[in-house]
């Protein structure tokens, strides 16, 4: 069955770098159409979609983001990394990565990792 | 970029109502319309795909409708796992945007 998993720090310091890894089983990073999808939840407050990095190493990113955000694939290890840069207090929240067939729907999810940003 | 709401922003209902949340598209999304739910300390659940498709294992009392620019998610016979907060998300081939919520909550 497939499934994800989100892994990094739990703590990182304002201006610091956050790297949040997801690890996957179940499907491969290759297959046509698959994506791995990234949502960030602020504690109390509404999802927001991040990046999408798709099998074909063609990746996207929310416009109000982008300047911050990289995502990488490592398929030897079914890894998606997402890099955010410069994070701020506002940036705490919960972190999920998600599985889409791409055709637009988050069908499967991680657990989630909650990282707060605080000096 | 295509911007999401949703209406109304919470609701109270009591088991067995009938329950409908209207969710608004800035542009035509076709029918690229998903809803999600979510528990509190949980992960978010796709229950409808393409504006009306129940996806694998959802119950039959959860419909969605609507394509363009203005859908709903409709449960009916509300259940008392039903509670949670309700998200739709939209995708235009580029992008993802998610829509603010709906809490359901008890009556």
């Known amino acids: 069955q497939i499934t994800l998993k989100e892994s990094g720090p739990t703590l990182v310091k304002p201006t610091e770098t956050l790297k949040v890894t997801c690890t996957v089983s179940?499907?491969?990073?290759?297959?046509?159409?698959?994506?791995v999808g990234w949502i960030r939840q602020p504690p109390g407050k509404a999802l927001e979609w991040l990046a999408i990095s798709y099998w074909d190493d063609d990746n996207r990113y929310s416009p109000s983001l982008k300047t911050r955000l990289t995502t990488t694939k490592d398929t030897s290890n079914n890894q998606v990394v997402l890099t955010m840069t410069n994070m701020d207090p506002l940036d705490s929240g919960t972190y999920y990565c998600?599985?889409?067939?791409?055709?637009?729907?988050?069908?499967?999810w991680g657990q989630g990792i909650l990282v707060t940003v605080s000096s | 970029d295509v911007q999401m709401t949703q209406s109304p922003s919470a609701l109270s209902a009591s088991v067995g109502d009938r329950v409908t949340i209207t969710c608004q598209a800035s542009q035509d999304i076709s029918d690229y319309l998903n809803w999600y739910q979510q528990k509190p300390g949980k992960a978010p659940k796709l229950l409808i795909y393409d504006a009306s498709d129940l996806a694998a294992g959802v119950p039959s009392r959860f419909s969605g409708g609507g394509s363009g620019t203005h859908f709903t998610l409709t449960i009916s016979n509300l259940q008392p796992e039903d509670f949670a907060t309700y998200y739709c998300?939209?995708?235009?081939?580029?992008?993802?945007?998610f829509g603010p919520g709906t809490k359901v909550d008890v009556k």
């Open positions: 998300q939209q995708f235009d081939n580029v992008l993802f945007t």
């Open positions: 179940g499907f491969s990073l290759t297959t046509d159409g698959v994506g």
């Open positions: 998600a599985h889409t067939t791409g055709f637009g729907e988050l069908g499967y």
